[in-house]
Every structure is written in structure tokens, then in C-alpha cells.
């Protein structure tokens, strides 16, 4: 037993000094090792194209879909990271026998010695794959594609100028230049010394820090009085790019009043730039102590999260005295309210399922469709949304139209649709590269903040949307949408969200739900008393919208920095539960007919789903050939997230026929039509199938494509023309087809 037990480490003590002897003999692969964040970076950089185009497209392909003022930025930020992982690169290469203790490294021969006198063309061919996908996958002209890269390298290289004229005030007059990127010996660049700068202040500071230092701190950094070459133009190239870094904080924030978007992809490749040069430089200091790099900040990343319980959090509003709101008083009021109005034949209520954008761009499509179809008779007759996911953002910006004059009007119909297409993962990328990135470095001043703390990617998400409703200055709440709800000219709203302490639905509605639901109430849970907690109605759509990584799992913060929140539940998207909306109906559907069966009798209930593509919608000729060793790895996630997702679709299938079955004696008819996006519908070719884009990001074809197939709907569908018969009216054709 105990042998058995041996083996394993003894063979990976044996491959660790069989690594080591190796790398002691030869000293290239030493140099390798020092490099390795360098060579990270560039195959990143590189290897982030591929993986978009051909491994995930779903959720990276639409990242190269961008403008040609935004190709120019990604080429410009591109090229700029392609020449900090140069200017790394020689750094440790040439300073590692003085920091390391190693033998110099001495590549000959005529094709290195190519290679090192036109590195800094070499080098840039690690932003050619990025700069050629936009290139290809962006629908301008080719003219202006190309005049965009030709931009973006004048920028690259204005950037590298003004690094390399700023390097010179650091230097000292009689140095000879250096040659890790440009070689500055032009009069323009040479008279840039200053002798008095240098010798006043320059060479007294670096003299004044470095005298006290221990030589295993210096060396590889300074000689005597002197910065080591390549440190000085790594300084102000750093300078430069980090300015760069900032000023785009300011000017793409989204609340900023400019108004003006940058290209997600620019943001990640940022934040390339921003690694290439952290990690070679924590790796420079650390390897001289045979300290693991990564290792460290993780454990330091841990630390400081621990010690200063550093979370995600949303803002939830003040308490305020509300009257209740039940089910049955909101079917009560609809009743009354249609009565007055017109005949209603059919109450109407709705589930919209999750899945990305996609869900939403096709929620609000299916959604304004039918209103332009049928009019007032099928918002007159709307009830309830139940919401999940992208279908969420759908619902809430149909919803949101919604006044006490009625529903939102035909020409509000258009902004709707657009707005549920808009792409928020500009929003989300601008999040990452600095609150969610100052939170992970700076995490002492997130954590003692009220203000900060909820400050992320969630919250640029949520400026985004809300930037795309009918009103932005006048932020609705789940209490204010109450009082139209009670007024009866507004559909009742379930956002549905999960637990994730516990697993469980939590339904985020103004309405006030009974305890004999399956699911947790956000009114009820942090209730106060007679005082229920509001809700930005944008809030709670990103928490049930809280996409895997594209907005974090969040728990909830009083906006003034009161008492603590309890229960500290962290939300995640309610998808994870019930990624369809339609347990919320039937619970609704049971509830209601239970003490208002009497109000309904002689009327059909008309449950409208609202779908995204499954897995089992999957074309088999789509299929790609097995590939054993991934099923034989991670097959069983992949069965259990596939299965998850599978049950819940033929449960609800199931659900709604128990209910049908139920009520049917007692007089009320109920019926369910689905509208389910299907590519083998749409005359578009680009899928919206099972593998349509799951980012917050579409290309104008996939919004063409999710068009085509509301239109086929319009015009072939059978279940357009069900819902025209339970409404008992006739359908405008070419009002759909709008």
C-alpha cells in the first residue's frame, strides 16, 4: 500500500530533476522558463482567434464583428501589446546573467541575427491574427477596413515615439542609446536629455533608493547610478500606455456624456497589454528567489479577499410602507380594468426563457410582434410575464412601455426591438478592465467603500439598459410598477433568479407571492415589518440575467452603507432553476384558479412560451466527429449540464398538461402555444440555433436572421394563427411582418 502510494511522487520527483538537469545544460530553455508569461501573452494573443472562429463561436465570434474606427483601436492597442511583450522579452534576456546568475544567452546564426535586427517588425506579426479576423468578420467596405488598420499603426507608432522621446529624460546625457526597440540616436531624440534633469534629480534618486538596497534586490535593475538599459523605456512605455489606460476609464465610461462606445475586444486586448506588463515584471523580481509567481499573487489575491470580505454586491433601495398585492387581487383588478374596456375572450399569460441576447433580441421580437398583430386585444388581455435570462431584458423593455394610457405605442415598437438587440458587452468588457481589475488589486478601498463596493461589470451592464429605456431619467422600481399593476394597466412581472446557498427559485416581482410556492420571495425575505425593500426594476433584470461570467453572482447592499443585508444570499441567473419562466406560471395559474375560478369560468387562459433553441434541438448533421478523449474527461459535466437543461423543457411540457387536465372540469379552458426560434425557419444564413451567439452581442445578419424567422412566423406559423383564433380576432399581416 504504502509503495503504491510512493510511485506517483516518486516519478514526479524524477521528472522534476530531469527538467532541471536539462535545463542546467541547456541555457535556452532556462531562458524559456524566465520568459514564460512573455510567451503567455503572445500566444494568447495570437491564440485568442482560433478559439473564437472555431472552438466557441457562440460566445467570442461576435467580438470581431466591430466598426472600422474600432478596428483601427483594436489594431493601435494590438500592435502596442505585441511590442511590450518585445520590450519584456529583451529585458529579461539581456539582464538575466545580472539578475539570475545564468550564462548569456547566445543565439548565432543568419536567421537569429534576422530576427533581432527586425524584431520590431517580427514582433508585430503577433497582432496580425487579431487585426485580419476583425478584418474579415466585419461587415464595412475593405477601403475603409484598410485605411483603419493603416490608423491603428500610425497610433502604435506615435505611441512608441512618444515612450522613447519621454525615456530620454531619464537618461544619462553621456549613455550610449539603447537598442531594445527603437535605436534614439536622431538629433530630435538625443537633445531630449537633459543634463540638469539627469543630474539633479534623476541620478540622485536612483542613488538615494538603491544605495540602502541589498545587492539580491538590485541587480538586473540598476549599475551604480544608472538604470539598467531597457528598464528607462520600459518606465515610459509603461507611462504612456497606462495614461492611454485611463483616459479610456473617463471617456467610454457609460455613464459618461460623450456617449460614445469602444469595442469589447479593445478592452480584452487591453487588458493583454496590462498583463504583459505585470506579470514579466513580478516574475523578473520573484525567479532571482525561486518564488512562484502566479502562485503568490493568487495567495495574495485570496488573502486580501478574505480579510476584507470583498464581494459583488447590488443596491437595493430604502424600505417603504406598501399595501400588499396578491395573485388573485392582480387578476381581480385585470378583470375589472379589461371589462371596462373591451370584451376579453382570453386572459394571456407569457413565459420568456433565457439564453443570452438571443432570448432577449427574440423575447422583445415576439413580443412587439403580437402587438403589432393583434393590437390592443393581446395587450389588453396580457396578464402576467414570467421571465428568465436574456428573455428578462426582453420582457422588461416591452413592460416598461407600458402607462396608464395604455400599452406602449406602435411607434415606441421599433426603439423596444433595438434596444433588446443593443450589445451590453462593451459594458461588460469596460467593467472588467477596471472595477472588476481595481477590485482585484486594490481590494482594501473596494471593500471600505459603500459607494465602490458595487461597482462592477454588473453595474456597467445595468447603466447600458438602462440607457434603452423609455424614460432613463426616471429609473422604474418593483414598487413603483406595483401601482400600475394594482391600476390594472399593467401586466404583473416575475424575474426569476436563483439561490445560491440553497438552490432555490427567487422570484423578483412586486407582486407579494404566498408561502404555499416552491420559491423564495425578494419583497418577503428582507421585508422590515409593514416596510418592503425596492428594487431598480434594471437591478433585478441583470440578477435574473446574471449570464455565467458576463455579470457576477451578486448579494445584495443597502445603497446608504446601512446595516448589514441579511440574509447575505448571493443571486445568480434563473436560469440555473428553471431556465424556461413556466414554473412560475403554473404556480401563478394554481393559485388564481384556486379562489378565482368563479371569475374565469367560460374563459381560456392562453400560456404563451417564449423559447430559445435546446440542445435537443440539435441538427445531428451538425454534429462534429466524436472525439473520445473530451467525452472521456469532462463527458460527464457536459451530460449533467445538457440534462439539466433537457428535464426542464419536458417537465414544463408535462406541467402545463396536469394543469389543463385539473381546471378542465371546473369550466376553464387552457391552452399553451410556443414560439420557438428555429434557423430552419429564417431564410437568413446564419444560425440561430442551438449554436446562436450566448454573449450580450449580435451581428446585424443574426439580428436579420431572428427578424426572418418572426416573419416566417407571420406568415407560415400555426401558432400565429392559434392565437388569432383563442383572441378571437383577426391578425394585420403586414403590421407582423414590421
Given at each position: 500500500m504504502f509503495l503504491s502510494g510512493a510511485v506517483p511522487w516518486v516519478f514526479v520527483l524524477l521528472v522534476g530533476?530531469?527538467?532541471?538537469?536539462?535545463?542546467?545544460?541547456?541555457?535556452?530553455?532556462?531562458?524559456?522558463?524566465?520568459?514564460?508569461?512573455?510567451?503567455?501573452?503572445?500566444?494568447?494573443?495570437?491564440?485568442?482567434?482560433?478559439?473564437?472562429?472555431?472552438?466557441?463561436?457562440?460566445?467570442?465570434?461576435?467580438?470581431?464583428?466591430?466598426?472600422?474606427?474600432?478596428?483601427?483601436?483594436?489594431?493601435?492597442?494590438?500592435?502596442?501589446?505585441?511590442?511590450?511583450?518585445?520590450?519584456?522579452?529583451?529585458?529579461?534576456?539581456?539582464?538575466?546573467?545580472?539578475?539570475?546568475?545564468?550564462?548569456?544567452?547566445?543565439?548565432?546564426?543568419?536567421?537569429?541575427?534576422?530576427?533581432?535586427?527586425?524584431?520590431?517588425?517580427?514582433?508585430?506579426?503577433?497582432?496580425?491574427?487579431?487585426?485580419?479576423?476583425?478584418?474579415?468578420?466585419?461587415?464595412?467596405?475593405?477601403?475603409?477596413?484598410?485605411?483603419?488598420?493603416?490608423?491603428?499603426?500610425?497610433?502604435?507608432?506615435?505611441?512608441?515615439?512618444?515612450?522613447?522621446?519621454?525615456?530620454?529624460?531619464?537618461?544619462?546625457?553621456?549613455?550610449?542609446?539603447?537598442?531594445?526597440?527603437?535605436?534614439?540616436?536622431?538629433?530630435?531624440?538625443?537633445?531630449?536629455?537633459?543634463?540638469?534633469?539627469?543630474?539633479?534629480?534623476?541620478?540622485?534618486?536612483?542613488?538615494?533608493?538603491?544605495?540602502?538596497?541589498?545587492?539580491?534586490?538590485?541587480?538586473?535593475?540598476?549599475?551604480?547610478?544608472?538604470?539598467?538599459?531597457?528598464?528607462?523605456?520600459?518606465?515610459?512605455?509603461?507611462?504612456?500606455?497606462?495614461?492611454?489606460?485611463?483616459?479610456?476609464?473617463?471617456?467610454?465610461?457609460?455613464?459618461?456624456?460623450?456617449?460614445?462606445?469602444?469595442?469589447?475586444?479593445?478592452?480584452?486586448?487591453?487588458?493583454?497589454?496590462?498583463?504583459g506588463w505585470a506579470l514579466p515584471a513580478v516574475a523578473f523580481f520573484l525567479d532571482r528567489f525561486r518564488m512562484p509567481t502566479l502562485l503568490l499573487l493568487i495567495a495574495i489575491s485570496l488573502l486580501f479577499y478574505q480579510t476584507f470580505e470583498t464581494d459583488h454586491y447590488y443596491t437595493v433601495l430604502s424600505p417603504r410602507l406598501d399595501d400588499g398585492l396578491s395573485p388573485r387581487q392582480v387578476v381581480r383588478q385585470w378583470a375589472e380594468h379589461r371589462q371596462s374596456l373591451i370584451d376579453y375572450p382570453a386572459m394571456v399569460v407569457m413565459a420568456a426563457s433565457g439564453g443570452g441576447i438571443t432570448a432577449a433580441a427574440w423575447t422583445a421580437r415576439v413580443l412587439t410582434g403580437l402587438q403589432r398583430a393583434f393590437g390592443p386585444r393581446f395587450s389588453n388581455s396580457l396578464s402576467l410575464i414570467s421571465a428568465v435570462s436574456g428573455g428578462s431584458v426582453g420582457a422588461m423593455y416591452f413592460i416598461d412601455g407600458f402607462t396608464d394610457?395604455?400599452?406602449?405605442?406602435?411607434?415606441?415598437?421599433?426603439?423596444?426591438?433595438?434596444?433588446?438587440?443593443?450589445?451590453?458587452?462593451?459594458?461588460?468588457?469596460?467593467?472588467?478592465?477596471?472595477?472588476?481589475?481595481?477590485?482585484?488589486?486594490?481590494?482594501?478601498?473596494?471593500?471600505?467603500?459603500?459607494?465602490?463596493?458595487?461597482?462592477?461589470?454588473?453595474?456597467?451592464?445595468?447603466?447600458?439598459?438602462?440607457?434603452?429605456?423609455?424614460?432613463?431619467?426616471?429609473?422604474?422600481?418593483?414598487?413603483?410598477?406595483?401601482?400600475?399593476?394594482?391600476?390594472?394597466?399593467?401586466?404583473?412581472?416575475?424575474?426569476?433568479?436563483?439561490?445560491?446557498?440553497?438552490?432555490?427559485?427567487?422570484?423578483?416581482?412586486?407582486?407579494?407571492?404566498?408561502?404555499?410556492?416552491?420559491?423564495?420571495?425578494?419583497?418577503?425575505?428582507?421585508?422590515?415589518?409593514?416596510?418592503?425593500?425596492?428594487?431598480s426594476i434594471v437591478t433585478a433584470t441583470r440578477l435574473s440575467a446574471t449570464f455565467p461570467y458576463i455579470s457576477p453572482i451578486t448579494r445584495g447592499s443597502w445603497g446608504e452603507g446601512r446595516e448589514q443585508f441579511e440574509p447575505a444570499y448571493h443571486l445568480a441567473d434563473g436560469g440555473y432553476y428553471d431556465n424556461s419562466g413556466v414554473l412560475s406560471i403554473i404556480e401563478w395559474l394554481d393559485t388564481v384558479l384556486s379562489g378565482e375560478a368563479e371569475t374565469l369560468k367560460g374563459q381560456t387562459i392562453l400560456i404563451i412560451r417564449i423559447e430559445t433553441p435546446s440542445p435537443k434541438d440539435l441538427d445531428p448533421a451538425r454534429l462534429q466527429q466524436p472525439k473520445g478523449w473530451l467525452y472521456a474527461t469532462v463527458g460527464p459535466l457536459l451530460t449533467l449540464a445538457q440534462v439539466r437543461t433537457s428535464t426542464q423543457f419536458f417537465r414544463n411540457d408535462l406541467d402545463i398538461d396536469l394543469l389543463r387536465n385539473r381546471w378542465q372540469s371546473a369550466g376553464v379552458l387552457i391552452e399553451s402555444v410556443k414560439f420557438k426560434l428555429d434557423d430552419s425557419r429564417s431564410a437568413k444564413p446564419d444560425k440561430v440555433g442551438p449554436e446562436t451567439p450566448l454573449s450580450w452581442q449580435l451581428s446585424e445578419a443574426e439580428k436579420g436572421a431572428i427578424k426572418s424567422a418572426w416573419q416566417w412566423q407571420c406568415n407560415e406559423g400555426e401558432e400565429i394563427k392559434k392565437v388569432a383564433q383563442i383572441l378571437q380576432t383577426s391578425m394585420n399581416p403586414k403590421a407582423c411582418l414590421e
Open positions: 530533476y530531469v527538467i532541471v538537469h536539462i535545463q542546467r545544460q541547456q541555457p535556452f530553455l532556462q531562458y524559456l522558463f524566465f520568459c514564460r508569461f512573455q510567451l503567455l501573452i503572445g500566444l494568447v494573443l495570437v491564440g485568442i482567434v482560433p478559439l473564437a472562429l472555431w472552438r466557441v463561436p457562440s460566445l467570442l465570434r461576435n467580438l470581431f464583428v466591430v466598426s472600422p474606427m474600432d478596428i483601427a483601436m483594436i489594431t493601435w492597442l494590438a500592435l502596442v501589446t505585441a511590442w511590450v511583450v518585445l520590450i519584456a522579452t529583451q529585458i529579461t534576456c539581456q539582464l538575466a546573467p545580472q539578475r539570475f546568475g545564468v550564462a548569456s544567452l547566445s543565439l548565432s546564426g543568419r536567421f537569429f541575427e534576422g530576427v533581432r535586427q527586425h524584431r520590431f517588425l517580427w514582433f508585430a506579426l503577433l497582432a496580425l491574427p487579431i487585426t485580419l479576423a476583425a478584418f474579415w468578420l466585419s461587415p464595412s467596405d475593405a477601403l475603409r477596413k484598410l485605411s483603419a488598420i493603416v490608423l491603428g499603426v500610425a497610433l502604435a507608432y506615435l505611441n512608441l515615439l512618444a515612450a522613447t522621446y519621454f525615456q530620454q529624460l531619464f537618461v544619462s546625457p553621456d549613455a550610449v542609446s539603447s537598442d531594445l526597440l527603437l535605436a534614439p540616436r536622431s538629433y530630435s531624440f538625443m537633445k531630449a536629455r537633459n543634463r540638469d534633469l539627469w543630474r539633479g534629480y534623476v541620478r540622485p534618486t536612483v542613488h538615494r533608493v538603491t544605495q540602502r538596497l541589498p545587492e539580491s534586490l538590485k541587480a538586473g535593475y540598476v549599475y551604480g547610478d544608472q538604470i539598467a538599459p531597457g528598464h528607462s523605456l520600459a518606465f515610459a512605455f509603461l507611462v504612456v500606455t497606462f495614461g492611454v489606460y485611463l483616459a479610456f476609464y473617463f471617456v467610454f465610461s457609460p455613464t459618461g456624456r460623450l456617449n460614445v462606445g469602444f469595442p469589447a475586444l479593445g478592452y480584452l486586448v487591453l487588458l493583454f497589454m496590462l498583463a394610457r395604455g400599452p406602449p405605442e406602435a411607434t415606441s415598437l421599433d426603439r423596444i426591438v433595438q434596444a433588446a438587440e443593443s450589445s451590453s458587452l462593451d459594458a461588460v468588457a469596460w467593467g472588467v478592465a477596471y472595477p472588476d481589475l481595481w477590485r482585484a488589486t486594490l481590494t482594501p478601498l473596494f471593500s471600505l467603500s459603500p459607494t465602490l463596493r458595487t461597482l462592477d461589470r454588473g453595474w456597467a451592464i445595468e447603466q447600458a439598459w438602462k440607457k434603452q429605456l423609455a424614460d432613463p431619467q426616471h429609473e422604474p422600481t418593483l414598487l413603483g410598477w406595483k401601482d400600475g399593476v394594482r391600476a390594472g394597466w399593467r401586466p404583473a412581472t416575475i424575474f426569476n433568479a436563483t439561490i445560491v446557498e440553497t438552490g432555490e427559485r427567487l422570484l423578483l416581482t412586486p407582486i407579494d407571492i404566498p408561502d404555499t410556492w416552491k420559491a423564495r420571495s425578494f419583497l418577503k425575505m428582507y421585508a422590515h415589518g409593514d416596510r418592503k425593500p425596492d428594487l
